[in-house]
């Protein structure tokens, strides 16, 4: 399976290749089950066009993380049915994972899509918990007659049994309320953790060593990711989010990442700037984790 570059490359044109990054973007720009506003097809491509405004110095890591390698794989295409997409991206992010050392970032396209991101890490890796931060409880066994809907994005993982620690949550449905009371899923709603630094002792207590991200930027309030197809208010602030997000990698082994839901509109571009700087300030943290930098 030979993996080509995009033709758009995440911040900057680099001649790194897939072999000696040290992390590779994956554009999965998926959209089939949105149920209101449309368009985050469209995420992948718009975050990667931002990208190369943020500055390459981070200012609050304070150095050039881009410098490690940073490989953007061609965008992962739906072709023909939902069931052919969900077992060929498994296969595919098997590929990835177990060929190249480079950490993999996923940019969505809806968050359907982490149903097929999460199974093959879940082989590789013993034990894996997954964060998900999201407005919304991702738990519904099917939604509008579709098992992938975005509202199902958790769903398998649930049932796998692996641990789920839900943040950022202010909606859930009432026929999804009984999945949140699993032993293996932690849902913690953001009205009953507004302190971040309870939150976070929390969230480190509840995940294993091995952890998965899902990042859904509705997660974040809308003043910080307004573009985005179904929205909440009293979401979590930049600063808070990064907060908890640089504790889990400096704490856990994150393996994974995925930020979805960026629904793009025309002429109002703060979303997908503020995603792509998330993704790279997240590049610098698992960076900084891992000690690629002397300085560190
Ligand atoms: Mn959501």
Redesign the pocket.
Known sequence: MKIQQNKNNFLIDNNVSLEKAKFVIIPVPYEQTTSYGKGTKNGPSEIIKASPQIELWDEELKCDTYKVGIFTADDFIYVSSEKEFFSNIEKYVDHIINSYSAFPVFIGGE?SITQGLIPPFQKRYKNLSVLHF???A?LRKEYEGSKHSHASALYPAAVSGAKIVQIGIRSVASDERYMTERPNVKTLLMNENLDIKKLKRKVIDELSENVYMTI?V??FDPSVMPATG?PQPGGFMWYDALDVFSEVICKKNVVGIDVV?TSPVKGFHITEFNAAKLIYRLIGYISKKRKYFSHW
């Open positions: 968050h999201d407005a919304h991702d859904d509705d997660g179904t839901e």
